[in-house]
C-alpha cells in the first residue's frame, strides 16, 4: 500500500532534498581557522586562569603568612660614623712611692702616634 499522496511525506522528502544540497563541506581554509580561533581562545583561557591561580594564592599567603611590625632593615651594614671618642685609658697610672725617700719621675706623655681623639690626661680608677 503504497501511500504516495501522503503529504506529510512528501514534505518530509523536500526536506532531505534541501538538507542533501546545502550538506556540502566548508573548505579546509574555513576550518583551519575555526580550528586555530579555538586553540588560542583556549590558551588564552588558560593563561588567564593561571594569572587568577597565582595571584589568589599570594594574597593568601600574604594574609597567613606573619609579618615583622618593626622598621625594614637596610640590605647593607651601615659603616660607624666618627663620633666621639670613648674615654679610654692612654696610659696606666703611676705607681705610689713607697717610702718618702724615693722620688719618682712623673710618667712620660703620651707619644705622638696615639689616638688624637684621646683625652691626654689618664683616668685613675675608683678606690
Known amino acids: 500500500m503504497p ?5 506529510l511525506r512528501s514534505l518530509f522528502r523536500e ?3 534541501a538538507g542533501r544540497s546545502g550538506a556540502g563541506l566548508p573548505p579546509v581554509s574555513v576550518i583551519t581557522r575555526r580550528g586555530e580561533r ?3 581562545r583556549r590558551i588564552a ?6 594569572c587568577l591561580v597565582l595571584g589568589g594564592s599570594g594574597v593568601a599567603l600574604d594574609s597567613v603568612l606573619p ?7 637596610p640590605a647593607t651594614t651601615p659603616t660607624p660614623s666618627p663620633g666621639p671618642p670613648s674615654p679610654l685609658k692612654t696610659s696606666l697610672p703611676t705607681p705610689l712611692p ?4 724615693t722620688t719618682t ?8 702616634t696615639a689616638d ?3 683625652s691626654p690626661t689618664p683616668t685613675q680608677p675608683a678606690p
Open 45 to 50: 583561557g588558560i593563561a588567564v586562569a593561571c
Open 15 to 17: 526536506a532531505a532534498s
Open 98 to 101: 713607697t717610702s718618702p725617700s
Open 3 to 7: 501511500d504516495s499522496h501522503d503529504p
Open 67 to 73: 609579618r615583622e611590625a618593626g622598621p625594614t632593615l
Open 116 to 118: 688624637p681623639g684621646m
Open 38 to 40: 579555538a586553540r588560542r
Open 105 to 112: 719621675t712623673p710618667a712620660a706623655p703620651p707619644s705622638a
